[in-house]
Every structure is written in structure tokens, then in C-alpha cells.
């Protein structure tokens, strides 16, 4: 009944280049599977920049904590992450299982601990092992190649059906450079942030400082404009990882956040994180519907977004739409909950490109049979305009199924 | 597969004394369904003072914009409810429908249409046709009787599969009153309002002023306190009506809300109040589990509601309800999304009386085959203390199965 691997997953992977100060080694721990990798390791090469976004939880996981103090230096030199236990509302025993894992990264990899990042995922509340990442972390960093990212995203999967991995390229200053990425997230999905896991690496020169102002705007449009189920993690964290590497063929450094030159970069990473996001909602747990949900019109930008996440946070849009039902009701029934302004006889909701409602009624000429035809497909489009403002926002999600309450009823036991 | 009649439904309906004053009559106006009531009617005798809430829906019903006119004379004759449709996004056909319902009304009752009373239920976005009342409400005016009020609780059920009915009586200045309600909802249920429809009728002496304070302030830690989906109607109403018939046993007339006399009606308000809005919640769709989430130790009454809420309302903790899994872990994530203060390392975390986490990790001492044994049960209880202040809050929801998604992915169609 639960599908093996998610419809909506892509038909393939890309092709992902390598990016040059980055090698990728996974390994099994035992963490919580067996006969499972469960661990990947990210190496970078000296000099490497980072940045991040994480979760607003009030009740953050230990590696949260422990990344967030990490990025002051905004140096990396490895990241690893592990699946299986998430390390989270574990106390101090999740601060020490932080801190011994580190040094454990530290001993193999010969990196300084304060440039290790770190991230878990899984059940909260389980004390996390970390001694069994001991001599596991030294093989893997022995083994390290510079192709691993596909077996690396696989690694830290938990309910997802499928890696989710993703690459562009883009000019900067006349090299090209190559970004690639990786996330992690199947269930718990909702803003802020909108994903579990994310990682991207990049071989271009850009100073830390100018990544975090760069992944702070981008991941607004996409992590942050998904949801699967209105839950948000305490685990969400998003990381980039610049090596630099590109200079050495004449990619010029960039130090500040307004430089010029940056514009095809921001274009990239907004493409690619896009795409991971994509890919997060099309494995939203038990998913058979990706769904767009576009609001204009409304009063300001924020509004558009809190009325667009209301429609795709509601359990009633959400099962009509596992239904194939145009119920364009519960359409207006989130607009009018969401607490921004609203006129009802103003308003106007389409489902595709038919328009089936409009002036706070029911559209006279629509017909039903076109837009039952257009809900049996995969891909959903909701556009509602309010007719009041220029503000507006799109967000995805997906269908709620019997699945997803299956996978969720039966997870931790 | 879905459950005829809610397993969590009450074993048996209580004897629901006359209202002295209120007459009910039930009819089939074929609204949308067939061979079956979908109309009632309650006939209040001249003098009868009305009080109301409603949903806080930016979009809201035809009839609700109505009733909230209609509140401003605080008199009230008649009231009528469909189910079947809703009249809510239907423009200006459902306010001519409102007209029209309540000329067709005033002509079977001979009650000025200013004072009869509104509410429908049901599809909507779909005009209602008001035509079909026509003949209908006068035989029911010419039936009505004092003892109808279960079979009109029958009449407007839609998802429900049981009436909602729920008896109290106080004393009233040496006096005994009855106060007798009904509730009318199973799905799209939240704050604020978190009832489709109720009414409640009592033979209480209340000018409606004051009915409308109690009503404001009792509805905060019933109906505003349940959830079953986050999803909030269009339609939301809750009205009350007293007819003052015991002044004629030497009930005294109330006409100013901090009279000490009432403290006995408001404490069974409050309890007429809680009774139905269990009901609603235990009739929520494919509820199988009835769940009470306490807060303690929060920084605010406010905060403590609003942790309350994320809690109830995360699909995550609901499913693993509906699972039988004591996923404590889901319940930090939505402590943690919730936007208020909380501290990790002084959270705590109780399902039934056992405690599973204090100090920010998992209780050594919680035995996971006791907290099975619990979730098993039938009711639920999950208590967080945060340990920071004094604020606390109540609410009520259900869990979240796949019978929610198979009755709201096949509703409309």
C-alpha cells in the first residue's frame, strides 16, 4: 500500500559533476538500521566557506545548536551527517554526544573540531550513540572521493523514497562555476525552515559573510514556501559550503554581497535550491499530488504568502485534492481562516487555467467535467486572487493521503 | 470502514426536559439530500432575548452576516437551519437567499423577519435554492412542539453520525432554570469559532446584553478550546436564546451581567458548553480517540493556548494518536513551532499520569509498556509543563486516521 518509491520522484537522476575541494565517503554506524549506510562524510579543502539556515524551533536539536555556533568562524573543513536519530531533546547527553562526535571527526579527518558541521536526522528524543561513529568516521575519511554525492544523499534518507540531489552552473566572472546539493525530508516539513536537511556545495570564491546573505534571501522562495504537514522540525538546517576552488582557473574572489558579478550565482543557487525543494515536497510522505498554490492580489506580499500557506496547510484542501476533487469551497474556507484581508466578493479561484470561481460565487461558466479532468493529474495548480493588492506568493505542497497517515501511525514503533 | 456512528459517541442521550417557551418542528425541504429532514425550526415565544458568536472567517456565510444584524435588536421569534448547503460564497444569490428564507419564515410564523434566525450547513459555494422552503415551513410551524429538540439536532447533522444534545439546570434566584442545547459539526473545526453551529434555549429570565457577555466569555474554554482539523468554517455560529418563561415561577429578570444571582446559569452555561463541544470533538471525522492536551508553565494564558493548540493541531502527534504510539518527541516539535517561549532543558512532558521527558531528555524512569497500555485507551491525555511561568490552557481534539482522509476526499463528488 505504501509505495516503495514515491510517483511523483523524478524518472532520473542528473548527471553531477564534481566539484573540486569537496570528496563525499558514506559509512554504516548502526546507528539505529542495520545493513544500512547511515552515515555520510563531507571533506572540504582548506579555506573553505560556509553558511546556514536553520530551523525557528524554540526546541532545536543539539547539532542545530552546535552548527549555529560554528558558522561565527564561517569556516568548514567536513560535515557529517548521520541518519536514525535525529539527536534532539536529548538534554545534555545530546551536547556531549555532539561534542564526542566532533572530536571523533576531528581525530579522523584531521580537521580542527570548530570547523565541523554537523546534522541528524530521525527520532527525536533517543540518546544518539556517538561512540559508535568511532572508527567508522576514519575509514570513510580514508575513502573519501570526489563522486560521492549521490550515495552521500542516500545515506541520510529516513522516510524518503528517494535521494534527492540536484546541480547548475553559472558564470562568475567569466569561469564557470558548478553548484551541487543534496536534501533530506520526507515528513515534518513546513516553513520556517522547509526542509530537514540540505547541503550544497559550490567551488566558487565567495566569502562566507556573502553566502549567508545570499542563502538567507534565497531559501525564501524555496525551502521556505513548502509545506507537507504545517510541522516543523527542531532538526531543519540548510548549509553551504564554498571551497573556492574555482579561483585557481580565474574565478575572481567576491567579498561583498552587492558585488555585480554575483547576479548569474544568486540565479543558480535560487534554481537549484528550487529544485531540492521540489523534490522534498514530491516525497512528501504518502504523496500522489504536487500541488502549486499562486495567490495575487493580495494587500502586501506577506498576506499573499499567509493566505497561500493556509490553503496548502489545510487537511480539507489537502484531502480534496487526494480525492480529485475541485472543492473550491475549501478553497475559500482557508482564504477566509488565514486572518488577512479578504473581501469574498472580490475574490477569485482557479484550479488549472479554469477559472471556478469569481466575484464571490461560483464561476456561471465553468464546467465541472474540464476541471475534474484536470485534478486526475499529477501536478495541481490552485491560483486564488484576491482582487485587492499587487501582493503575491506561490508555494507547493502536496495531497493529504491514507498514506500519509499510515507512515505517521506506525513510524517510531 | 467508516464507522457508522463515531465509536467515541455517547452510549446513550440524555432527557432533555422542555424549554418552556421554545417549540421545535423538523421537515424535509430536499435541499440536497433526499428521503430525510434537513430543516428545523424552533419557535420561541414573544420576549425571547437572543445572544451570538461566529466564526472569526473573513469569508464568511450569508446567513452568519444575517444573524450578526439581526443580534443588534437582541429579539428573537424564530430560528431556522438547513443542512445540505451552506449558503456561504454564493454572492448575492445567498444574500437574496437569506431574504428570502426569512420572508418565506415570517409568513409560515407570523414573526417579523428581522427576528427569525439563520443558519445553514453544508456544500459550499453552491447557490441555495430558498424556493424549497416555501409550504415546507408552514407545516412545520403548525407541528411544532416542546419535546422536538433531538429530532431538529437530527436535522442538520451532515458528516455527524450521532446529534449533539446536551441538558443543564440551575437555580436563578430561588428558581430553577433549564438550559438544553444542540451542537452540528464533525469536520472543518477550530477556533475561532470551533463549531460549525450550535444553539442553546433556555427558559431563563436574561436580557441580551447579558446573555451576550456570558456567552462571549463561555465559549472561550469550550468551543474556542477543541480542534479536529485547524480548519475553520464559514459558517461558524453559536446562538442562545432565552425566552424568560420562569419569570412567570418567580424567576428574577436579569438585565446586568455582574448580577451575583446568575453565577449558578453561567457555571451550567459552561458546562452545557463544554458537554457539546466534547461531543463535536468525539464526533470528529474518523476520530477514534478523544485527546485532552494540557499546558502548564508557560510565560502566558496566551502562550500556554497557543502551545496548546500547535499541539492539537500537528498532523505528526495526531497520527501517532491514531497510531497508539506515545511519540512524545512530535509533541517537542510542535512545543517548538509554536512561536512562544519555551525552554528545552526545562520542558516536561506527561501522557496519562506518566511522565516521559523532564529536563530536556527522555525520563529514565518511564516505563515504555505502561505508556502503551495508555495510549491503547480510548481518551488521551497529554500534559506538557514548561517551566517558566504560570500560564495555562485546556484544549480538546482527536486523533488523525485514514478515515479523516477517505470521508474529506470523497465529500463533495
Known amino acids: ?9 523524478p524518472k532520473s537522476f542528473p548527471e553531477l559533476p564534481e566539484i573540486e575541494g569537496v570528496r563525499f565517503a558514506t559509512g554504516a554506524a548502526g546507528i539505529r538500521y542495520k545493513d544500512r549506510t547511515d552515515v555520510m562524510l563531507a571533506l572540504f ?12 524551533s524554540k526546541c532545536p536539536s543539539a547539532p542545530v545548536d552546535w552548527c549555529r555556533a560554528r558558522l561565527k568562524g564561517g569556516k ?16 545534555k547527553a545530546g551536547a556531549q554526544a ?17 570547523e565541523i558541521f554537523l546534522a541528524s536526522t530521525g527520532v527525536i528524543g533517543e540518546p544518539l550513540d556517538a561512540s559508535k561513529f568511532d572508527g567508522v568516521l576514519e575509514k570513510m575519511s580514508a575513502h573519501a572521493a570526489p563522486d560521492g554525492l549521490l550515495e552521500a544523499a542516500k545515506a541520510i534518507m529516513t522516510t524518503d523514497t528517494f535521494p534527492k540531489v540536484a546541480t547548475a552552473s553559472a558564470m562568475l566572472g567569466g569561469v564557470e562555476i558548478t553548484l551541487s546539493g543534496m536534501a533530506k525530508g520526507a515528513g515534518m516539513i513546513a516553513p520556517d525552515m522547509a526542509t530537514m536537511l540540505a547541503f550544497v556545495f559550490t567551488d566558487a570564491p565567495i566569502a562566507s559573510a556573502v553566502l549567508q546573505s545570499m542563502l538567507a534571501k534565497s531559501v525564501q522562495d524555496s525551502f521556505n514556501a513548502i509545506t507537507i504537514d504545517s510541522d516543523t522540525s527542531t532538526s531543519d538546517t540548510l548549509l553551504l559550503f564554498a571551497t573556492g576552488a574555482a579561483a585557481k582557473r580565474g574565478a575572481p574572489k567576491i567579498v561583498t554581497a552587492n558585488d555585480r558579478r554575483l547576479a548569474p550565482f544568486k540565479q543558480a543557487l535560487n534554481r537549484l535550491l528550487l529544485d531540492l525543494a521540489y523534490q522534498v515536497v514530491k516525497d512528501g510522505e504518502g504523496a500522489r499530488k504536487f500541488v502549486e498554490v499562486q495567490v495575487t492580489g493580495a494587500a502586501s506580499a506577506s498576506a499573499a504568502k499567509k493566505i497561500a500557506l493556509s490553503i496548502a496547510n489545510s ?24 486572518g488577512e484581508r479578504a473581501e469574498r466578493d472580490k475574490l477569485a479561484i482557479w484550479f488549472g487555467g479554469i477559472r471556478v470561481a469569481h466575484k464571490g460565487q461560483r464561476d456561471p461558466a465553468y464546467d465541472e467535467a474540464k476541471v475534474s479532468a484536470l ?12 482582487g485587492l493588492g499587487k501582493g503575491m506568493a506561490k508555494v507547493w505542497t502536496c495531497d493529504l493521503t491514507k498514506e500519509y497517515v499510515a507512515i505517521n501511525g506506525d513510524y517510531r514503533s
Open 76 to 91: 568548514a573543513r567536513a560535515l557529517i551527517v548521520n541518519s536514525g536519530n535525529a539527536n534532539a531533546f536529548t538534554g
Open 45 to 56: 579543502d582548506k579555506g573553505t566557506q560556509a553558511a546556514g539556515v536553520f530551523t525557528k
Open 1 to 9: 500500500m505504501i509505495a516503495a518509491v514515491s510517483p511523483l520522484a
Open 98 to 114: 555532539v561534542k564526542l562526535t566532533a572530536a571523533l571527526a576531528a581525530k579522523a579527518t584531521g580537521a580542527p573540531a570548530n
Open 315 to 338: 487537511p480539507l484542501v489537502k484531502t480534496a485534492i487526494a480525492g480529485e476533487d475541485a472543492n473550491w469551497g475549501r478553497v475559500v474556507m482557508a482564504v477566509g481562516k488565514a
Open 375 to 386: 485534478m486526475r493529474e499529477e501536478e495541481i495548480l490552485i491560483r486564488v486572487d484576491l
